[in-house]
C-alpha cells in the first residue's frame, strides 16, 4: 500500500515565525488532504489538494503530484496554530484515507 | 448542518463488555468510514463502506464489526472489548464518484475516546 511519511515530527517556533512542513508520498493518489488536529483531539480539515496550490489566510499547501510530494507552509504562526498536522492520502479505488504520523508543532508566545 | 455527528463522546468498558459506536451524516455523502487513532500515531482504517448496503475491512478490522444502517448511519461495533481497543474512534464520510474513482474532501466527526480495562 502507499506509505506516508511527514517531516519533520516535531517543531518548535516562537510566535510570528514561519514553517514549512512537509508529507510524502510513495504512488499515484487521487486524494490528499491536510488536517490540523488541535489540542482537544478535534480533526479540522485544512485544505483537500490532490494537485496544485491553494491559500486559506495565513496558511497555503502545495501538492507536486509527479514527484509525490506536498508541503504545507504556515505563514506569521500564532498560539493557537499549536497541535499536530496530519497529510493524508487516498489512492485506492474506495477512498480510504492513508494518514502520516503527523507534525506535532508549538508555537511559543 | 451537524456535519457527522458521533455518540457517545467517551466511554469506559471492562473486558469482555461489548458496545456500539454510533456515526451520523447529514451531508448526503454516499461513504463512510471509521478510523483508529492510538497515541503519537496517524488514524488507520478499522472498515468503510462505500455506499449503502456494503461494507469493507479497512487495515484492522479484527474485533470490530459494522452495519450501513442507512444512507446517513453507520455504526461499529466491539462484541467483546479487549484493552488493545483503548483507542480514540473517529467517523468520517465523503462523497466518492464512482466515475473517475476519486472523492471529494473526507469530514471527521469529533471522536469517541474509548477506555477498556
Known amino acids: 500500500g502507499i506509505q506516508v511519511e511527514q517531516s519533520p515530527p516535531d517543531l518548535i517556533l516562537q510566535e510570528g515565525a514561519n514553517s514549512t512542513l512537509r508529507c510524502n508520498f510513495s504512488d499515484s493518489v487521487n486524494n490528499l488532504q491536510w488536517f490540523h488536529q488541535n489540542p482537544w483531539g478535534q480533526l479540522i480539515n485544512l485544505f483537500y489538494?490532490?494537485?496544485g496550490t491553494k491559500q486559506n489566510g495565513r496558511l497555503s499547501a502545495t501538492t507536486v503530484a509527479t514527484e509525490r510530494y506536498s508541503l504545507l507552509y504556515i505563514s506569521s504562526s500564532q498560539t493557537t496554530d499549536s497541535g499536530v498536522y496530519f497529510c493524508a492520502v487516498s489512492g485506492g479505488s474506495q477512498g480510504n484515507l492513508i494518514f502520516g504520523k503527523g507534525t506535532k508543532l508549538s508555537v511559543k508566545p | 448542518n451537524a456535519g457527522v455527528t458521533q455518540t457517545p463522546k467517551f466511554q469506559v468498558l471492562k473486558t469482555g463488555q461489548s458496545m456500539t459506536l454510533q456515526c451520523a451524516q447529514d451531508m448526503n455523502h454516499n461513504s463512510m468510514y471509521w478510523y483508529r487513532q492510538d497515541p503519537g500515531m496517524g488514524l488507520r482504517l478499522i472498515y468503510y463502506?462505500?455506499?449503502?448496503?456494503?461494507?469493507d475491512k479497512g487495515e484492522v478490522p479484527n474485533g470490530y464489526n459494522v452495519s450501513r444502517l442507512n444512507k446517513r448511519e453507520f455504526s461499529l461495533r466491539l462484541e467483546s472489548a479487549a484493552p488493545s481497543q483503548t483507542s480514540v474512534y473517529f467517523c468520517a464520510s465523503s462523497y466518492y464518484r464512482t466515475s473517475g474513482t476519486s472523492t471529494d474532501t473526507q469530514y471527521f466527526g469529533p471522536g469517541t475516546r474509548l477506555t477498556v480495562l
Open positions: 463502506s462505500a455506499s449503502e448496503g456494503t461494507t
Open positions: 489538494i490532490p494537485s
